[in-house]
């Protein structure tokens, strides 16, 4: 999904749900799946739906294909995630999914310095977000709690960045980012919990797809 060239507003289409990919567009009557539903894209896409239920494989490779573009990373990356998952104590669907909210550019994100995450991902990897502090250009860096997230000085004016804070009280943090007293700034109050994270992802048939 890095490197993925494509209009993102298909990825929607092809998973039948919004994905929140393409930043403010989401959120207006302009969106994809407002003007078109959840036909999928191409010549042929209500035909694709009709009478044909995903279960079993299908259903399973859908859910992961969904989570993997949720977050707009790489087969091997999400991999390499749900690997680490099945390693940490507890349940590994739901440490796979909180892997993947504390990542440096989903919380840029969440606390509302973007309106996407593939936006908050340049962001990122052009040096514009700082932990404590300190510069951090690693998109996969996890954040741990207490820790401060922010936007350099010289970037605070950045009409996208702006436009993003201005906005994010309106589409809302979650429980584990609380905003600072700084300018720009968030801090990471809390890890994840399950109920932060969209109720529609069925973590499980994630986990069912990798144990086969």
Known sequence: MARYRDAVCRLCRREGAKLFLKGDRCYKPSCPIEK?????PGQHGNSMRRGKAL???GQQLREKQKVKRIYFILEGQFRNYFERAARMKGITGEN???????RLDNAVYRAGFSTSRRQARQLVNHGHVLVNGRKVDIPSYQV????LIGIKEGSQKNPHIEGAWQTASGR????????DGGPMSARISGLPAREDI????NEQLIVELYSK
């Open 198 to 201: 969209d109720r529609s992802i």
């Open 55 to 57: 279960v079993g494989y």
């Open 36 to 40: 078109r539903g959840t036909q999928p």
């Open 172 to 179: 809302g943090r979650p429980a584990w980012i609380s905003q």
């Open 144 to 147: 741990k709690a207490g820790e």
């Open 96 to 102: 796979l999914l909180f892997l993947l909210e504390r």
